[in-house]
């Protein structure tokens, strides 16, 4: 997920509890961070653990948290108590195509029957939820270059041409690309 927000924000900072790859390692519920330490958190929260994630990053957030979660989340009555009936998201954004995950990794031809939403809270916070679908969209902004490897899982050739794992220059000439087409046309 990381890799992707590099497109859009001028800084970002990562860790996983796994040693993926992509990022620092590190258990978000457990670093040392400040109150309003971060513009935001943005994150894919493993799901039992999301109403923890979601607390800690409200705390964290100076302007708002953004977890990509199963479409279940929403559902519960412990949770409705716990988490949105006292602070609930300002947005619930549901994916209309099926977003495949497969655990540490990105898998072109994968596929799943689980449904995947956004639940975006502002620090400014809201008594209304807007509840909005995401329209098909996988085959218009994904590329190849989403699925580069990271340098712990590339040959030395292949972390020396793209220290990254991504070819920040090409995805951001992508983006810009397929953004001026959708302007245009």
């Not at 258990?27 to 400040?34: E, V």
């Amino acid at each position: 997920m990381d890799k992707v927000l590099r497109e859009y924000f001028h800084e970002t900072s990562a860790s996983d509890i796994y040693p993926y790859g992509y990022a620092s390692e590190g258990d978000f519920l457990k670093i040392p961070l400040g109150v309003a330490s971060f513009d935001w958190v943005i994150t894919n929260p493993p799901f039992n653990l999301a109403e923890e994630f979601v607390a800690r990053a409200l705390s964290v957030a100076r302007r708002g948290v953004a977890i990509l979660a199963r479409t279940v989340f929403m559902e519960s009555v412990g949770r409705y108590e716990r988490l949105f009936q006292p602070t609930p998201p300002a947005i619930f954004a549901q994916f209309v195509e099926r977003v495949p995950m497969v655990k540490g990794r990105l898998d072109p031809k994968a596929s799943t029957a689980t449904g995947y939403a956004w639940f975006v809270w502002l620090t400014e916070g809201t008594s209304n939820t807007r509840a909005m679908w995401i329209p098909p969209c996988r085959k218009k902004l994904e590329t190849k270059l989403d699925y580069d490897l990271p340098p712990g899982r590339m040959s030395s050739r292949q972390a020396q041409s793209d220290l990254f794992g991504f070819n920040v220059p090409a995805r951001y000439s992508e983006a810009k690309r397929r953004y001026d087409d959708s302007v245009a046309g």
